[in-house]
Nanobody, 122 residues
């Protein structure tokens, strides 16, 4: 069982930056690929970014490419999402996810966090 706890979501103005963190309570964090998803009101949950077990390979949704960066620190059991140049359309609940296929960046979640709210005001 993997428990994921996100933090860092808040209200920010358009053009601003935020860094989300997700810490996993698992002994074998490096055996999981990790990802971030988001869900805006009235919309389906969508993939945002994924990172493989080492952090050496990443994948992004086209809507965030060039603005968001996913990274991980296996010593801290933590994955990050650095979000720059935020837009109002980035407003959503952001969820951390763990995929037990360590080499993947196309995340198929087995475990989810509880989510953290990001609100971008115009």
């Amino acid at each position: 069982q993997v428990q994921l706890v996100e933090s860092g979501g808040e209200l920010v103005q358009a053009g601003g930056s935020l860094r989300l963190s997700c810490t996993a309570s698992v002994r074998t964090f490096s055996m999981y690929a990790m990802g971030w998803f988001r869900q805006a009101p009235g919309k389906e949950r969508e993939f945002v970014a994924g990172v493989n077990w080492s952090g050496g390979s990443t994948r992004y949704a086209d809507s965030v490419k060039g603005r968001f960066t996913i990274s991980r620190d296996n010593a801290k059991n933590t994955v990050y999402l650095q979000m720059n140049s935020l837009k109002p359309e980035d407003t959503a609940v952001y969820y951390c996810a763990a995929d037990p296929r360590p080499g993947s960046t196309s995340i198929i979640p087995t475990y989810w966090g509880q989510g953290t709210q990001v609100t971008v005001s115009s």
